[in-house]
């Protein structure tokens, strides 16, 4: 399995506080994504980092901010968690034009 | 903008069939296309890559075919047993950004 690892890997928080997660990869990919997952919405990408501190939106980036201080980690940062983001947030690594590697994912509830 | 579907939404068969996952996609301009695998409450397992320039690729049972130009793939499934049991995720990589949009799955469900 490609080293790629989430945590917290399940987190309740109350609405209003920041939550960050974290991306963690022994594979030296290039790229590092943020998806998630929720009961009729599929997959959808949050914001993607094609290198050490670039980083762009993707479709649901509201709400939403990463950063890559290091080529191994992916922090996406819920400034201010409200009900609509309880979801699974699911980490993915690639490099150009190869498999893409999904982490476990985490389980996040707003209350 | 880039839509992936997939058909059937679900499906059920007795184990030992062979059956066909469809994935359609409307722009051919496309990096590659992978399948996955969900298991219930669990992470992605990438089953098969396929290069916009290829035309199939295979693994054991699972056998992908691409035709870019009309924006479909189909995973098909030899002689299939209860642990092929879960939801089969299609996803395409854009030329732009590297991005992947995926389709919203196939449930698979294979009956002992």
């Known amino acids: 399995d490609a080293g790629i690892t989430q945590s917290p890997r399940h987190k309740v928080t109350e609405t209003g506080t920041p939550v960050t997660l974290r991306c963690h990869q022994t594979?030296?990919?290039?790229?590092m994504y943020w998806y998630r997952q929720d009961p009729g919405h599929g997959l959808r990408l949050i914001h993607y980092?094609?290198?050490?501190?670039?980083?762009d939106k993707g479709e649901v980036s509201d709400g939403y901010s990463v950063s890559r201080s290091k080529t191994e980690d992916f922090l996406l940062t819920l400034e201010s968690a409200t009900s609509s983001q309880t979801s699974v947030y699911f980490c993915?690594?690639?490099?150009?034009?190869?498999?893409?590697?999904f982490g476990q994912g985490t389980r996040l509830t707003v209350v | 903008k880039q839509e992936v579907t997939q058909i059937p939404a679900a499906l059920s068969v007795p184990e030992g069939e062979n059956l066909v996952l469809n994935c359609s996609f409307t722009?051919?301009?496309?990096?590659?296309l992978q399948w996955f695998r969900q298991d219930p409450g669990k992470g992605l397992t990438s089953l098969l890559l396929i290069q916009s320039s290829q035309r199939e690729q295979t693994s054991g049972r699972l056998n992908a075919s691409l035709d870019k130009s009309s924006g479909r793939s189909t995973l098909y499934i030899a002689a299939s047993q209860p642990g092929d049991s879960a939801t089969y995720l299609c996803a395409v990589r854009l030329n732009y950004g590297q991005n992947f949009v995926f389709g919203p799955g196939t449930r698979l469900s294979v009956l002992p």
């Open positions: 980092s094609y290198g050490v501190k670039d980083t």
């Open positions: 722009d051919s301009a496309i990096y590659n």
């Open positions: 594979e030296n990919h290039r790229y």
């Open positions: 993915a690594i690639s490099s150009t034009n190869t498999e893409a590697f």
